[in-house]
């Protein structure tokens, strides 16, 4: 079909009129400004993201590992103080234990502001000084014995486990015959501030030592006693104050009497309760909030209804850690704070 001579001349005449038009020097730069917005925005949201996935996942580790502290301690707790069966009923005399006829050393102990070694006994500790990893943490001792299905049984029965989650097969031979789980603050194998495991099977040194919880920089105690105030000297304690329901919370240093392992030990044998709080912290670039932040791992109730926020459990002068201001590194950190009644009898057998 032929076209008609008129739509020649006029496509002729818009190819000479169409110009062929590039990009300006502006056009281009305007371009270039708001595709270089676009790409800063799409980095910032993926930097976002990645910081909010990276603070989700530090905040459930955290609360995993404050979960698995918390149950570890419960149980250690449970069996603080535990006989064997062969020996739940045993009034004879103490013919067979190091300490003879005196007072036992007691089943929960500990140090306050303290650190220790692996060749140390159970009950030693040196005090920690400014500046140290883990200033201001505490040590706690857990001692028990292993359990028997029958007192004629040659084997522990493989229920009772130590602060490393080893159930010794062995079976006491004595009333002083127990495992000690000892909990402490020190470095761990990555570098970082961690609850450590002392254990040993025997209750002697030498200790097998091993980190259980990354991440602690702060481990504080005290103990919930029954009928005796601080420093108490008094020995036998009046059987007429106690009730098995503690009164008061005190340091392991209240406890403790120097030079009197006789008032010590019975003091001892006077915690009905543990009180635990921990500060426990994520990775480089876990938190969002870079400011300084101040926690208080026994909790934040007042001494009195005028008293400033955590000054029920908080006086870094007596009790170093239990006011704990960290410097702004970009961690997350979470606190834990929980209570350990304690099951079996603490008394002298």
């Known amino acids: 079909m032929m076209k008609h001579p008129a739509f020649y001349t006029s496509l002729a005449a818009q190819c000479k009129d169409g110009r062929q038009r590039g990009v300006t020097l502006v056009e281009l730069m305007v371009a270039m400004a708001l595709g270089l917005l676009i790409a800063l925005a799409a980095a910032a949201s993926l930097l976002i993201s990645r910081q909010g996935f990276t603070a989700v996942d530090a905040a459930s580790q955290l609360r995993d590992n404050g979960r698995y502290l918390q149950s570890l301690t419960q149980r250690l707790g449970v069996q603080a103080g535990y006989r064997d069966v062969r020996f739940a009923t045993d009034t004879t005399a103490k013919a067979n234990q190091a300490y003879g006829a005196g007072t036992p050393p007691p089943n929960v102990f500990g140090l306050n502001n303290a650190s220790r070694t692996s060749t140390a006994t159970w009950d030693a500790g040196t005090t920690r000084t400014a500046g140290q990893v883990g200033y201001g943490s505490d040590i706690l001792v857990l001692r028990h014995q292993t359990s028997s299905s029958t007192p004629d049984a040659t084997a522990s029965d493989g229920t009772m486990i130590d602060c ?58 005290l103990y ?126």
């Open 164 to 221: 490393a989650g080893v159930a010794s097969t062995a079976v006491p031979t004595g009333l002083d015959d127990k495992l000690v789980s000892i909990l402490h603050v020190g470095v761990g194998s990555d570098g970082e501030p961690s609850l450590l495991c002392s254990r040993s099977g025997t209750g002697a040194a030498p200790y097998d030592v091993q980190p259980i919880i990354s991440g602690v920089e702060n481990f504080q105690v």
């Open 224 to 349: 919930g006693v029954d009928g005796i105030g601080p420093g108490n000297t008094t020995v036998p304690i009046p059987v007429s104050s106690a009730d098995s329901i503690p009164e008061r919370y005190l340091r392991a240093d209240q406890l403790t009497v120097a030079g009197n392992d006789a008032a010590t030990y019975a003091n001892w044998q006077r915690v009905r309760s543990i009180r635990i709080g921990v500060v426990l912290r994520g990775p480089p670039g876990s938190a969002a909030d870079n400011t300084s932040q101040t926690f208080y791992p026994l909790g934040i109730s007042k001494g009195s209804s005028g008293g400033t926020v955590g000054s029920g459990f908080a006086n870094n002068s007596t009790d170093p850690g239990t006011e704990y201001t960290p410097t702004v590194d970009s961690r997350l950190r979470q606190v834990v704070t929980f209570t350990v009644h304690l099951r079996n009898f603490q008394g002298e057998y």
